[in-house]
Nanobody, 129 residues
Framework: QVQLVESGGGMVQAGASLRLSCVAS????????MGWFRQAPEKEREREFV??????????RYADSVKDRFTISRDNAKNAVYLQMNSLKPEDTAVYYC????????????????????WGQGTQVTVSS
């Protein structure tokens, strides 16, 4: 099991940028596929896939709603994954969660929240119009 701690959330106006960070501890970070999910206030039971990155960082994936605005990256030497969020919109308002799952494939990415085994506590992002 890996422990995940997110940071970087906040309250911004539409069009602004934020950078979320997630630091992992407890296991070999490079063995884990990492994902970012979000949960909007009106969707209490749904964690929406935002972005994912493979173990070696060589493969990334984005939800259509954030493509070309968000960028995921990882630094295995620092046990960290990041989500750069640009051109934020009010509909991006949500609690953002970092998630991890160990896997053998170097380029594997998972988009289903049910496939992830470890989760952070979440960080709130609020975008006002």
């Amino acid at each position: 099991q890996v422990q995940l701690v997110e940071s970087g959330g906040g309250m911004v106006q539409a069009g602004a940028s934020l950078r979320l960070s997630c630091v992992a501890s407890g296991r070999t970070f490079s063995n884990y596929v990492m994902g970012w999910f979000r949960q909007a206030p009106e969707k209490e039971r749904e964690r929406e896939f935002v972005s994912g990155i493979s173990r070696n960082g060589g493969n990334t994936r984005y939800a259509d709603s954030v493509k070309d605005r968000f960028t995921i990256s990882r630094d295995n030497a620092k046990n960290a994954v990041y989500l750069q969020m640009n051109s934020l919109k009010p509909e991006d308002t949500a609690v953002y969660y970092c998630a991890a799952i160990p896997t053998f494939g170097l380029y594997t990415i998972y988009t289903d929240s049910r496939q992830y085994t470890d989760w952070g506590q979440g960080t709130q992002v609020t975008v006002s119009s």
